[in-house]
């Protein structure tokens, strides 16, 4: 009885010593796997393991990271092959583009017929809307192009809000539009590029000239440790599903005034942002659109 007793302790001492053994084990890949998923290290798992199952475990692991990377890498091989052809297209474009203008140009000076100038202001109309598109397109490309590179800096939100809201005034004049403005007292600074944050603001606003269903309201407001810029306008039409697509390409939720837009105009404000490491984001609340820029605080 008691040789039974001696027996079964030493047995139970051995799978004890075991399990700590195989959780230590466990530790150590968890440890290994958690530091390449951080970045902190290249190296993957190492197969030195004590236990023969774990060992084999760790190598179909390293199967798996090896596929992940390659597929990955052909990914954005293509996602940038993609965009280098769309780049080129919009570019070979513009030249026989900006042709037809001219040439629609001298048309205008030759017709004196009304119904031939009324046919030739159709064609330059959807002339320049195309242009405006190439234009928006190829810049799209550039802009979200691995080797395009901001100038990022301390720049004074506040200041580039009130210089492009004077020089869109006239613009919400001739809309109807009467926004209403509420800016700091003090200066507000930010990191970014200052060409991409003008662009940003103007694409904004010039979303809610065409697309507002009543009042627009402008804001600038500083929180503890980022600043928004927030452009709100009424809509009747717009709906929670749409919300989720504003910032794909191409997408216009009033296809009834699709004639004004390229729907690029919000891809590139988020392209912009995610390279100045801020965010956008949009909200539908009681008939109001909000669409909300944020960066963090650029201290002195």
């Known amino acids: 009885m008691v ?28 440890t290994q796997l958690r530091e390449y998923n951080m970045g902190i290290t290249n190296k993957k798992i190492d197969v030195a393991f004590i236990d023969k199952e774990i060992e084999n475990l760790g190598m179909e692991i390293n199967h798996l990271i090896d596929r992940y990377t390659a597929a990955n890498r052909s990914r954005l091989r293509v996602v940038e092959e ?110 970014g590029d200052s060409s991409a944050i003008t662009r940003v603001i103007d694409n904004l606003l010039s979303n809610a000239m065409k697309y507002a269903d009543g009042n627009v309201w402008i804001r600038l407001e500083e929180f503890d440790t980022t600043i928004r810029f927030i452009i709100q306008n009424d809509t009747k039409s717009l709906k929670e599903e749409d919300v989720e697509q504003l910032f794909d390409r191409f997408y216009m939720a009033n296809r009834a005034r699709s004639g004004k837009s390229t729907g690029l105009g919000l891809s590139i404000v988020k392209s912009f942002m995610e390279k100045m490491n801020g965010s956008v984001s949009a909200e539908l609340e009681h008939g109001k659109l909000s669409i909300v820029c944020e960066w963090i605080t650029a201290k002195d």
């Open 3 to 30: 040789l039974l007793m001696g027996i079964f302790v030493l047995i139970s001492i051995i799978l004890i010593i075991q399990l700590l053994a195989l959780r230590k084990e466990l530790k150590k890949m968890r």
């Open 82 to 191: 993609h965009r280098q052809t769309n780049a080129n297209i919009s570019h070979d474009l513009k030249t026989p583009l900006t042709s037809i203008l001219g040439y629609i140009q001298l048309a205008e000076e030759e017709i004196t017929t009304e119904e031939g100038k009324e046919l030739l202001n159709v064609a330059k109309e959807r002339a320049k809307r195309l242009e405006h598109l190439l234009k928006d397109f190829f810049e799209l490309s550039i802009f979200e192009s691995s080797d395009h590179q901001l100038k990022l800096e301390r720049l004074n939100i506040k200041e580039l809000t009130i210089e492009r809201l004077m020089n869109v005034y006239d613009e919400f004049q001739k809309h109807g539009l009467e926004p209403v403005i509420k800016l700091p007292d003090e200066d507000l600074y930010i990191t």
